[in-house]
């Protein structure tokens, strides 16, 4: 063991936080009655029985092998990080850790669950952990994309099927969903969650949650899901990994918070801290956090388990003078369980005998601890997701594979279409050129747990060519690279130049090498990396078509390609069969339908820029773009590129003027906003409809608008449908001045409309 540490790898609002006035520490309280928690498993329900099972076995162990249950190490299949220790068989055959990561297929987990189950003493089962993000073996768009689809049920559906698969590989337990905010495109790890909005992510959380763990832990085809990072990891300053967050209170409970009580109240059954500190104190370490909030406030009865190492990374950060205090602090603050730092299997038991740490604290971690391993079913059978011919039968099944080009479609954002798109029959050839072209190991992106990145996924040239009509050729040239090295260069631009002017419409695959976003990726550019630029402007030059899809795991600054191109896809990374699913947007036989999660600034200096920012005292008045003093750049608009919730289709929707059910509300009445949304194309497809509501005076200052609902519906061309929210002062709340929680009365403008900077306007009023 290292003697220094290493970094690594329609609810309403009112339900996502918590009420009443907080002192001495302003806390978050508990929900009101009508938002009580919603246990979609059922685990947090009594159970006699077990608690008696659990008491009886308890009061058998050693301390040592009480601490061993609270210790995770990684097998030497897999890393998300150095691994830092070997000899993980022996400490299981000596009780010294009571759970594996990394650690998967079915005869392996049955082997290592041999050594504890029939070479120990009490014979507890192991759970095994595995990163199953955005798919297990059928790999789904990357988290974020997902999150684009604003399809609650495709992205359940998708967890759904991922914990099928990664059950029937022996394992019992994902460190997903992550459901950190995150407002900064710098940070690669924008990638893995629901992108900047509180209430969007919020939903997504739950999804995830419930397509995770169903609706039966003991079910074969269920995993435990884990709510990360704990909390406030998106917040990192200049957007780089690991680095420190400094925000306010009200800032932690009205943004940061959210999404994590509502996959709590959803069920989830464990927690993951996050490696920034909050407040001064690393989150490992972090009483506030893990403790006042989480157990205490929210009634979290699960388990916590940290990120990699992070409780060693505490004497890094200067709260812990060494391992030994990092454990102490660790464990008193509300920690259960170390991943792969090993302090509490090193020095734990030491501090119970100093009385630095309570015998009461540990047994309070390891019930939590046993308890999902009973919950789960393996002190009945411990081998019971280790099966074999069930594994066999499960990965990469045909519908998995027919869900996973679903999801990845309705991923898609169609962020300009000059009417290049759909493609035409009659283009009788198409040069597809750049890096992520023919690529299988981007399509799936970071995060891709056990998913083949060398033969399964399909790339976008084998999509466009099982596609392509009768007569129609596509063929490929890579031209430019997404090396960082590589820009200035032109090496290959001759060739993909060459096919270009002999074909009719370019397909541009450009963006980011699958490992550019993720843990430990932040850039302090959104450019296209390598010499993808430079080719783009040589192509336009050929008077060609252009098409860019657009692959990646964040924004990026395209404000060129959108100046310059016909059409421009976003397609993240869009999974194991991400070709077809390009394909069949590109072709039209799918009509793009997705929306954007995060904001798409027109470069970085723009950053941090989000939908729900604050005004200023000096706002700029749009009908005087150039006045000197306001808050705003000499050299670029204020406005981004691409707003939050923006996406075109290959129709169009008219919105009625939206008319209310009243102008004026009191507390707990209701509040409804109607349009009609009417199909007006030649297409059928899908819309997402969009309500934001601003409140304009608070005690606090408040956002200048802020999503509060939305709905996607299909329209058949030329049908209109009325689309109704309603709203109670319940949906107004927020961290008011005295840092209580609640409404208050005053005037607010509402919007109901097809993106966050769109939409038909309305006012009402709040009264006492």
Do not use: C
């Not at 200067?318 to 205090?325: I, T």
């Not at 099966?387 to 998995?400: G, H, I, L, P, S």
């Not at 992520?436 to 060398?454: C, E, F, N, V």
């Amino acid at each position: 063991m290292p003697s220094m540490p290493r970094n690594l790898t329609h609810l309403t609002l009112a339900t996502l936080l918590l009420s009443g006035a907080l002192s001495p520490a302003p806390l978050l309280a508990k929900p009101a009655a009508e938002s009580a928690p919603v246990d979609s498993t059922g685990w947090e329900k009594p159970d006699p029985k077990m608690d008696r099972f659990i008491a009886d076995l308890m009061a058998k162990m050693t301390l040592e092998e009480k601490i061993g249950q609270l210790s995770l190490l990684t097998s030497d299949w897999d890393s998300t990080g150095p691994t830092m220790r070997k000899g993980y068989q022996e400490d299981i055959r000596k009780g010294r850790i009571g759970s594996v990561f990394n650690a998967f297929t079915a005869r392996y987990t049955r082997d290592l669950q041999r050594l504890a189950v029939e070479e120990t003493r009490l014979k507890i089962p192991l759970l095994f952990g595995y990163d199953v993000v955005h798919g297990h073996r059928t790999i789904f768009p990357i988290s974020l994309g997902e999150a684009a689809s604003w399809d609650l049920n495709a992205i359940e559906k998708s967890a759904r099927i991922s914990a099928a698969e990664a059950a029937a590989e022996g394992l019992h337990w994902t460190f997903a969903p992550m459901v950190d905010i995150a407002r900064d495109p710098r940070w690669g790890r924008v990638s893995e969650g629901a992108g900047e909005d509180v209430y969007l992510g919020s939903r997504i959380a739950e999804a995830r949650v419930r397509g995770f763990q169903g609706s039966d832990l003991k079910a074969t085809d269920t995993i435990l899901a884990t709510v990360k990072h704990f909390a406030a990891y998106g917040a990192a300053q200049a957007g780089r990994d690991y680095n420190t967050v400094d925000i306010s209170e009200r800032t932690l409970r009205d943004i940061y918070l959210p999404p994590f009580k509502a996959a709590a109240d959803a069920g989830a059954a464990t927690f993951m801290t996050s490696f920034n500190e909050y407040d001064g104190i690393p989150a490992s370490g972090n009483h506030y956090l893990l403790t006042d909030v989480l157990r205490d406030k929210w009634g979290f009865k699960g388990f916590v388990v940290t990120d990699y190492t992070s409780i060693n990374e505490m004497v890094a950060h200067g709260y812990s003078k060494d391992l030994k205090q990092a454990g102490e602090q660790a464990i008193n603050a509300g920690v259960d369980m170390d991943m792969q730092g090993a302090v509490y299997m090193e020095n734990l038991a030491k501090s119970v005998a100093e009385g630095k740490v309570d015998v009461a604290r540990i047994d309070a971690a390891v019930k939590a601890i046993l308890e999902m391993k009973y919950r789960l079913g393996l002190f009945d059978d411990p081998y019971r997701y280790s099966d074999e011919a069930r594994e066999k039968a499960t990965v990469y099944r045909a519908d998995f594979l027919d869900a996973a080009r679903d999801v990845a479609r309705r991923s898609m954002v169609l962020l300009k279409n000059d009417g290049a798109l759909p493609l035409a029959a009659s283009a009788k050839s198409i040069a597809v050129i750049g890096p992520l072209g023919d690529s299988k190991a981007d399509m799936i992106g970071s995060w891709a747990a056990a998913g083949d990145r060398k033969t399964r996924p399909v790339t976008l040239l084998e999509g466009m060519q099982a596609r392509a009509p009768k007569g129609q050729t596509v063929a490929y040239a890579k031209g430019a690279s997404y090396a960082f090295e590589d820009s200035g260069k032109t090496d290959g631009f001759a060739e993909a130049i060459a096919l270009a002017q002999k074909s009719d419409v370019i397909v541009a695959a450009m963006g980011e090498r699958w490992d550019m976003t993720g843990e430990a990726a932040s850039r302090t550019s959104l450019d296209l990396p390598g010499n993808q630029q430079a080719l783009l402007e040589e192509l336009k030059k050929t008077g060609k078509p252009i098409i860019l899809v657009l692959m990646s795991g964040r924004p990026n600054s395209i404000e060129w390609a959108n100046d310059h191109v016909d059409a421009i896809l976003e397609a993240w990374y869009p999974g194991t069969m991400g070709g077809h699913a390009i394909a069949d947007v590109l072709y039209g036989d799918y009509n793009p339908s997705g929306k954007l999660p995060i904001t798409f600034p027109r470069n970085v200096g723009q950053v941090p820029i989000f939908h729900d920012m604050k005004n200023t005292g000096r706002p700029i008045d749009p009908a005087q773009p150039n006045a000197k003093y306001v808050s705003r750049y000499l050299n670029t608009p204020n406005t981004p590129l691409y707003p939050f919730g923006y996406g075109l289709s290959y129709t169009s929707f008219t919105y009625s003027p939206v008319t209310l059910s009243k102008t004026s509300i009191r507390p707990g009445e209701p509040l409804t906003a109607t349009v009609t949304v009417t199909n007006s194309g030649a297409r059928d497809g899908e819309e997402v409809v969009q309500l934001y509501v601003r409140d304009l005076v608070g005690s606090v200052t408040r956002p200048v608008k802020e999503l509060k609902g939305f709905q996607k519906l299909m329209l058949k061309k030329g049908e209109s449908r009325r689309v109704s929210f309603t709203l109670t002062d319940a949906d107004l709340a927020f961290t008011r001045a005295d840092m209580s929680w609640g409404s208050e009365p005053g005037q607010f403008k509402l919007w109901v409309g097809p993106s966050s900077a769109e939409g038909s306007e309305a006012d009402f009023e709040l009264t006492k």
